[in-house]
């Protein structure tokens, strides 16, 4: 239901939305931006190739670690105060990478590290967790589908112009650039009535919460029972929550087979070893492109049809993301490999993750943050363990031999996770038998 529970409500929620995802996606510029302006000026400072690995592992760590208090945080503060403030520390940060003299450079570059990692994990979870509160339930696929279409073209023009960012004005430059961004993200979160999607200490009913937005008064959703999920991923034995844990578990896998990107450099040193870089260019802005296509058709697929892309889309958009990456290490023509981009782009980060995170925001409000932050901390989990081992077996290996098992193994866990929801379907259809007490009149 929309937060005002009419028209104009529905109206004003996507209004604000689109405000919000404008500002997310110009903080996820500046977010992969320096992606690839950090890792260059951490092996500037060092002079070693293991800080950079270091630096991402620490990054990845942080992610992990913010994953299991992001629910206790978004039930303590809400989801407004916790997407203000992890922008605000980000801002500040950046900032102090800017002013550190060159003596506390690698401190400054950990603690950027650690901050960034943990204060993007937790904005993801309470953007994602919020939104059946700002947009309605009918309206979690669209709105789903403009944020990951806003990181996705946020992905292409900072992965595009860090180069000339860099070469042009320097490392400095571009992490002021990162820090506007993220302050611009913060004013617009402040701007924003925006739902808790948890509980939050200033929780008030629907009925007394913003009626049109012009008081400006934040509505953050039900209390919930305090301590009742307390430890992480106890929710998962919740009967609300069927299949839960096996998606958790695919989602863990899928972010070990996407480790194997590292395999793309390699491959590309094999394909031209004067110019290592054109395959991997080419690759990600083929990516980008299939996953902004992939959003429009769920979108259109969603306003025409009226459902949703639900939990077997994950499943299949894994088996099939996962199959497109194996294809594309397997030596066709340009033409060919750049069709299988685009199918894998539009797979990967277009119906898995529209269909995951839609599928999530289905749970109730006392479990969905805990769901969320649970899923980016196997995210990490398995993206990290994915990293060294792929590293390691590259050494020995081929690159298609590496992406083989790595996303076989996705593809695996993907078909046991699609007959374990048709398993699901079938027993949901079939009518419970009456007892005793619930049957009227005699029996023939």
Known sequence: MAPDGDGAGTVRGERRYRFLVAGYSLSSYGTFLNMVALNLFVYETTGRALAMGLFMAVRLASGFVAGLIAGGLLDRYGAKRVMLWTNVTQAAVMLLLVLAPEGMRTAALMTVSVVVGGCGTLFMVSLRSSIPELVGDDRRSWANSLSITGRS?????????????????????????DMATFVICAVTVALLPIPGGGRGRDARPESEGD???????????????????RRPGAFLASPAAP?????????????????????????????????????????????????????????RYVGRTGRTVGAPGFGYGTCLMSGAFILAFAGFPWAATAVIALVAGGAADGLTEVSCTSHLQTLPADLRARAFGLSATVENLGFGVGMILVAAALDRYSPPAVVGWSHGAAVVVAVVFLIRVSGARGRADVPAPRSGADRVGPER
Not at 164 to 177: C, H, I, N, Q, R
Request: glycine residues 16%; neutral net charge; proline residues 3%.
């Open 153 to 177: 073209l946020a992905m292409m023009a900072g992965f595009a112009s860090a180069g000339v960012v860099v070469s042009l004005v320097g490392y400095t430059a571009a992490f002021v650039v």
């Open 243 to 299: 299949g839960l844990g096996l998606m958790v578990v695919l989602r863990s896998v899928d972010a070990f087979g996407s480790s194997s990107h590292a395999a793309l450099p390699v491959h590309s040193a094999a394909l031209d070893a004067g110019h290592p870089a054109v395959f991997v260019s080419a690759f990600w802005c083929l990516w980008a492109l299939g996953n902004v296509a992939a959003q429009q058709v769920i979108q």
């Open 211 to 229: 009626s049109g937005g012009d008081g400006g008064k934040e509505w953050t959703g039900g209390r919930g029972k305090p301590g009742r999920w």
